[in-house]
């Protein structure tokens, strides 16, 4: 369960940008770690395997999602350079995810459920930062 201190920054593979798109993202969050999540079916609630972080108060943390055809791995780095990366969870593999797809960046605040849920309500008065650098698409 998350609460409204959570906030969310990720890196995420979206299929369209319907709001109820299939989506794979590696996240940092502020309370419950990194999470590889995905959403298989459009319309369905994402599913997540977290990572606990070695230390929840080191940052700078690197992220990293690697897509090989419809199968897509997420890595975390917490060492400075972010040379030293660890698989989170298990691959997800999404048959038929298109082969051009939106990747881009996610930052929510979190209230109740993520931004990134079909059902998400809007925090209208909640904000969240984030910094991101370093970004390589490739």
Do not use: C, H
């Not at 319309?43 to 943390?61: G, M, N, W, Y």
């Not at 690197?62 to 199968?71: F, H, M, N, P, S």
């Amino acid at each position: 369960t998350r609460d409204s201190t959570t906030r969310q920054a990720a890196l995420m593979f979206r299929e369209s940008l319907d709001q109820d798109a299939r989506f794979v993202m590696m996240d940092l969050t502020s309370g419950n770690g990194a999470e590889l999540q995905s959403r298989s079916k459009a319309s369905d609630l994402a599913v997540q395997t977290d990572a606990a972080l070695s230390d929840p108060s080191l940052r700078p943390v690197w992220l990293r999602v690697v897509r090989k055809g419809d199968t897509f791995t997420g890595f975390i780095a917490e060492d400075a350079a972010g040379q030293t990366f660890r698989q989170v969870g298990t691959p997800v593999t999404i048959t038929g995810f298109a082969s051009q797809a939106f990747v881009g960046l996610g930052l929510s605040p979190q209230t109740g459920f993520s931004a990134f849920y079909p059902a998400a309500l809007p925090a209208p008065n909640e904000l969240a930062t984030a910094t991101f650098d370093n970004l390589t698409v490739k």
